[in-house]
């Protein structure tokens, strides 16, 4: 059973950093791309940011673009999302996502964590 | 960037009716690199179709997508009660992988 299980989520104050992780297990993580996705509250669906599955390609939305880190551990079976100088609108459930496929199947999604909650406010 | 916009906001429908959900992207998309998911409340939006018109595993018959280029829609034939949710569709051949504002189905 594919499983994605994200933490790291928190209250964190505007400027602040937080490191998201996103542990990985029942399917062969190191042939996946990976992706996080966003959901403000009561908003809909923003892509974060996506990764290819040796990591040497990173793709982010300009919203996040210099200030978002994407990464992942095929070791570890975990991907991570580490946020720098974090704003109130970064507000909302961070979801983990397994690509598809290969190639531009990479970036549909078919099994998705059931999200960790950031917070930005001071 | 393609931006996704989906009609209507909010679909008041009955059990057994007919549902027709609108996506159209500013600009064509990729060879049909468009995705529909399912989201019920608390829970992790589900994969229903991709490529425009294909099932992904375990989705039910009733459920359909068609269109190309701009304009994309989902059709649920005859709407069962586990049904009523936020519907948001996505492209997937540009990078950002944009989703739609969604369109939630209640229960008329």
């Known amino acids: 059973e594919v499983q994605l299980v994200e933490s790291g989520g928190g209250l964190v104050q505007p400027g602040g950093s937080l490191r998201l992780s996103c542990a990985a297990s029942?399917?062969?993580?190191?042939?996946?791309?990976m992706t996080w996705v966003r959901q403000a509250p009561g908003k809909g669906l923003e892509w974060v940011s996506g990764?290819?599955?040796?990591?040497?390609?990173?793709y982010y939305a300009d919203s996040v673009k210099g200030r978002f880190t994407i990464s992942r551990d095929n070791s570890k079976n975990t991907l991570y999302l580490q946020m720098n100088s974090l704003r109130a609108e970064d507000t909302a459930i961070y979801y983990c996502?397994?690509?598809?496929?290969?190639?531009?199947?990479?970036?549909?999604?078919?099994?998705w964590g059931q999200g960790t909650l950031v917070t930005v406010s001071s | 960037e393609i931006v996704l916009t989906q009609s209507p906001g909010t679909l008041s429908l009955s059990p057994g009716e007919r549902a027709t959900l609108s996506c159209r992207a500013s600009?064509?998309?990729?060879?049909?690199?468009l995705a529909w998911y399912q989201q019920k409340p608390g829970q992790a939006p589900r994969l229903l179709m991709y490529?425009?018109?294909s099932r992904a595993t375990g989705i039910p018959d009733r459920f359909s997508g068609s269109g190309s280029g701009t304009d994309f829609t989902l059709t649920i034939s005859r709407l069962e009660p586990e049904d009523f949710a936020v519907y948001y569709c996505?492209?997937?051949?540009?990078?950002?992988?944009?989703f739609g504002q969604g369109t939630k189905l209640e229960i008329k």
């Open positions: 996502a397994k690509g598809y496929g290969s190639g531009f199947y990479r970036w549909l999604f078919d099994y």
């Open positions: 029942g399917f062969t993580f190191s042939n996946s791309a």
């Open positions: 990764i290819s599955v040796s990591g040497g390609s990173t």
């Open positions: 600009q064509s998309v990729s060879s049909n690199y």
């Open positions: 490529g425009a018109s």
């Open positions: 996505q492209q997937y051949g540009n990078s950002p992988y944009s």
